[in-house]
């Protein structure tokens, strides 16, 4: 008997304890090296496979089936982040005025919106639709053995089928993030101005003045990032997806619960780091 017998049989608990972590870290070095292969392989999307990504574009932008009824992930995303504006016109106002401050409803538009708000609900959003879908689409194929037969005709499975998805993801995700930021400074306007009666001149003039253009820069960085890192985390739960159709449904949870800690993490992460010492504004004038 070897001395790796032995030592199980004389403390067996330490052993499962020992067994689980080393699973768990060789968990986390395939995810880390599937992340890798799934980055390098971007070139070889482009230059084998653009008519898939071209197809990918079309389908997480304005849907299929269903979802294409309601115009797909554009018209979610901008129903979501046109009712977080509201809520930034509605508490904003009110605890503002508490203090006799209201006119500085513009100031917390254009501060909190592009610097929390808009991220995060479009991490959100590319999370529940664009990342759900993909994790169900390769889960499907993996079960049904679809991912094999790619491999046994040739094809780079992970390039054709992970790496363009990712780059469908981002590439999707600009113009989304552009109708997000839109829809929360609209709703935020709307809400001030109209349903408070606030001056529609000294809501701009507030909101222009701390409205920076690099902080619009900074929070399209920061929904790049968030969707590479979401697009990566749903592309390999599918990817590795057992177990049947509860083993998709399973890996679809699994992969949207990670893709929105990943999302909240990056948003944070990135703001600490751009914004942690100064903030980059002076209210005092």
Not at 212 to 227: E, G, P, R, Y
Request: with cysteine; glycine share 12%; proline share 1%.
């Amino acid at each position: 008997m070897t001395a790796k017998g032995v030592f199980g049989q004389r403390f067996p608990r330490l052993s499962r304890s020992a067994r689980g972590a080393a699973s768990g870290w060789n968990r986390v070095g395939n995810q880390m090296a599937f992340y890798v292969q799934t980055l390098a392989d971007i070139r070889i999307a482009f230059v084998h496979y653009k008519k898939e990504i071209v197809r990918l574009i079309a389908q997480m932008s304005l849907g299929i089936g269903a979802l294409a009824l309601i115009g797909g992930t554009v018209v979610i995303v901008g129903f979501l982040t046109l009712t977080t504006g509201a809520i930034i016109a509605v508490q904003g106002y009110n605890q503002l005025s508490g203090i006799g401050v209201e006119a500085l409803t513009g100031f917390l538009s254009a501060y909190v919106n592009v610097r929390i708000v808009a991220p995060a609900v479009a991490n959100i959003a590319l999370s529940a639709t664009i990342g759900a879908g993909a994790t169900a689409q390769l889960g499907a194929m993996r079960i049904a053995e679809e991912i094999d037969a790619l491999e046994v005709m040739g094809i780079r499975s992970i390039a054709y089928l992970a790496s363009t998805r990712v780059t469908g993801g981002v590439i999707v995700v600009i113009p989304l993030y552009c109708i997000a930021v839109l829809m929360t400074f609209l709703a935020a306007r709307f809400g001030t101005t109209a349903v408070y009666g606030q001056s529609t001149g000294v809501y701009d003039h507030y909101f222009n003045t701390f409205l920076h253009s690099s902080d619009v820069l900074w929070s399209i960085f920061t929904a790049l990032l968030s969707a590479v890192a979401i697009m990566l985390v749903h592309t390999y739960y599918g990817y590795t997806a057992s177990g049947g159709p509860a083993g998709v449904g399973e890996a679809v949870g699994r992969a949207v619960r990670t893709s929105l800690i990943v999302g909240a993490f990056m948003v944070m992460t990135i703001s600490l780091a751009v914004y942690g010492q100064s903030g980059n504004f002076n209210l005092s004038g």
